[in-house]
């Protein structure tokens, strides 16, 4: 299959890449490389150093005598979009290439809007180019959990069956987004969800939970080949900055009340997950939802496994709540469709944190603690905004 | 009440204007002129000659010695917003500013990418501003009944009840727009109930049908302060564009089999309604959504209303459907919340229709019927893309 991923350059683009390309697909790297702009404008780093994709794909074809095609730009130009897809010619696209982080669309309005016009108009344009060019390529786009918000009642995979004053429908599940980037996603959900409805496009949206973890069987067969590892307040992930933070000796640092449930999936079952996708595409015109997670855990629980499976001392504290989320919540969704295609999840034990506290430990030295605390508050987004650089 | 009107020299937000003048409250009008560069862009007027915004603020002060401060300027620009609410102060804004067409949206990518930009970004724009300048300023937002499309079950004012796996919560209602246009109103939708999570804003998101009529108490006052009509295939409302079809002799266009059922209202209602928001403010943090519109009818009963209230004779032909939609369907929305509030209802009789038919009759020499047929085709964005001009 011919496999156009988006975002190639990314933290799970990367592994992505490798992936499919070890699993005989001919795959395209799509990347702007604004995400190594997102470093520069706010001083942080991957923990472990990661070399240019041009680099990395030719380590990877010395590695495995297979090559991956690298486009660059980005998905706001839609020429670039336009002559890509007439070029490469792909079967499935993996789409990536967004803006990910919550705390950075939170930091202030320009950042805000930024967000949310690079994301919605790079999907647009991969729409409107699967529309004109080929409207059998099966889009496989990262949502996020996120999108759903916490509510009261089980969350569903992207439909809902309504009963109300004697009628029944299925309708798209109610979002509640919690960030302007969820929302983000939410705006694309529905935009994409229209473009198969009228155009007959084919588009699994995975919702995917948080990820944690570094290691993938491709990114470990040579160093050159990893992929990033963020543990910053505004791009790193949960576990992994508790990974981090329990290496450096600092107090794992829970957000308020830490009862925030939320759906977890180790980096490997990205992966797989993706590659079932593609295995299985969607129907013409179809618009499929599969709930991306193999576990939900509360952040209070996260911080009790990283602290168990840690070798040394480490302390839980609290930090105030820099966003505006139940602290304490009902929280079930249904996540059985990928396992239906046969999924098998890496669960998280204490082997795993342990590889990845590791990982953490191998490159202590480039640990920047300053860099954890977060600093964007969803409260106030004028605090933040007057000592934010210019965007990329 | 200090009351800032976005997009003021439009169809509904001049008549707004006036009559928010009228009633005693001290009125900014914004604008910037976007809409009359669509007119420049695809060849089409108003039937009815409208002035210059400046020269109808005039003439509004000379009849009524009553003023209206104009801001000349763009949502996209956030130093034009922020400046705008600082000089201004607004207690309340009622925001028509943004592209309003699901055609238009539809003509081809760039149009799509611009209404979504447009309207979201002008939007984010606001609510960013007003966080920063006075939470306590009410939103009235136009949105439109299109959000919700036609679910089989029946539609309510924004929040829906539900009940499932034995828990129950209160949730959006789920949205299915029918277009890139209606897509940004839910984005806009989505961004709002999220402000007014965070800040505290209060917003009332004001759910519209489709608005016919052209006069109001205030534009009848002079000629010069007349509103918009349009009757055009991109910009013209379905009870408008018949009215003028019938009094030029063409038949009346009814797409698809007609049972498409819409709710409706009058343009006299749009200002009522606007007019009970604004002295029912939603309170501090409180995002509510009224369904704006007083009856629902399908196109083909439009249809046959006008060639009813039409002296001459007047045939009814059906032409291919330009969009994507249910042809016949079941459609039942609630809209309780603006009669609670003491809403009377100018209901949709032969007298009406024969007022809108005048209004035509008037200006018949100026209709130019090539301008009507759809130029926007939801199937194939490529068709009408290659001929479209640029962008304002």
Redesign the interface.
Known sequence: MRVLVLGADGYLGWPTALHLSHRGHAVGAVDSFVRRQYDYELGVSSLVPIGQLHRRIKVWEEISGLSIDPFVGDLND?GFVFDTLRTFRPDAIVHFAEQRSAPYSMI???H??YT??NN??GN??LL?AM??IDRNIHLVKLGTMGEYGT????I?EGF?E????G???T??????????YH?SK??DS??I??AC???GLRSTDLNQGVVYGQETDETLLHPELATRFDYDGVFGTVLNRFCVQAVAGHPLTVYGAGGQTRGMLNIRDTLACVELALENPAAEGEYRVFNQFTESFSIRELAEKVADAFSGKVEIATVPNPR?EKEEH?YRAAHTKLLDLGLIPHLLDRTTIASMLAVAERYRDRIDLGTIAPSAD??D??VRGQKASSLP
């Open positions: 839609p202030d309005r320009a805000a809007v949310q016009v919605v108009v647009l344009n409107f529309a004109e509510p009261n009642i089980d569903e809902i309504i009963t109300h004053r009628r029944t429908d309708l798209p599940f109610p979002k509640q987004p919690g960030s302007y929302l939410v705006h529905n935009n969800m229209f409805r009228i155009w505006v009902y969803w409260r987004p004028s």
